[in-house]
C-alpha cells in the first residue's frame, strides 16, 4: 500500500493505468497491487483499449478439474461491437494447464456473434458450431505458471 493514503484512495485512484471502481465486499487483504495494478497488463491493456481503460468488476474464477466438461461458451450474451471493447485479465494463484482445469481458448471465435447460440441471450455456443469449428481450429489448453497474467478478449468462446 501506498504511504499515507487509504486502500480506498488507492482503489478509486487512477493506478497505472486504470481507473478502479470497487464493489464495497471486496476485502482489501486480497488486492495486492502487483495484480490489480500490474504495469504490464496495464501497458497491454492499454494498447488495446486505449488510455486508461476503466475496471468494472473484480471476481475470480475458480477453475476445478471434473469429468464432467463445462459446455462451450462465451461470456458476451448480446450482440457485440466487432472490436475489441472488454478484456478478460486473469492471474494464475498456481501452475495452470489441462490436468487441473485450465480455461480453454477457442482462438479467433471473437468474430462470432449471437447466431452461434441457440436462443438469444444463451451463454452457450450450439453444439453443431463447436464441431465444425473443432475440425479447422479447436481449443487450445495453454500450461502457464503461478503468477502468469493470462488477458483475452471477452468475446472469445
Known amino acids: 500500500m501506498e504511504k499515507g493514503k487509504s486502500f480506498t484512495e488507492i482503489c478509486l485512484a487512477v493506478k497505472n493505468g486504470f481507473i478502479y471502481t470497487l464493489a464495497d465486499k471486496v476485502c482489501p487483504e486480497w488486492l495486492d497491487p502487483q495484480i490489480f495494478a500490474n504495469k504490464q497488463a496495464a501497458r497491454i491493456i492499454s494498447s488495446i483499449l486505449?488510455?486508461?481503460?476503466?475496471?468494472?468488476?473484480?471476481?475470480?474464477?475458480?477453475?476445478?478439474?471434473?469429468?464432467?466438461?463445462?459446455?462451450?461458451?462465451?461470456?458476451?450474451?448480446?450482440?457485440?461491437p466487432s472490436h475489441?471493447?472488454?478484456?478478460?485479465?486473469?492471474?494464475?494463484?498456481?501452475?495452470?494447464?489441462?490436468?487441473?482445469?485450465?480455461?480453454?481458448l477457442w482462438l479467433g471465435t471473437q468474430n462470432t456473434g449471437v447466431e452461434v447460440r441457440p436462443q438469444l441471450g444463451e451463454p452457450f455456443i450450439d453444439e453443431t458450431v463447436v464441431e465444425e469449428r473443432r475440425k479447422f481450429r479447436p481449443p487450445l489448453y495453454p500450461r502457464v505458471k503461478k503468477g502468469s497474467i493470462l488477458i483475452r478478449d471477452l468475446r472469445l468462446w
Open 50 to 80: 486505449g488510455p486508461q481503460p476503466e475496471v468494472h468488476f473484480i471476481r475470480s474464477n475458480t477453475l476445478l478439474n471434473t469429468d464432467d466438461r463445462q459446455r462451450v461458451h462465451s461470456d458476451m450474451r448480446f450482440e457485440h
Open 84 to 104: 475489441p471493447f472488454a478484456i478478460t485479465q486473469n492471474v494464475c494463484l498456481c501452475d495452470c494447464g489441462p490436468e487441473n482445469g485450465m480455461t480453454e
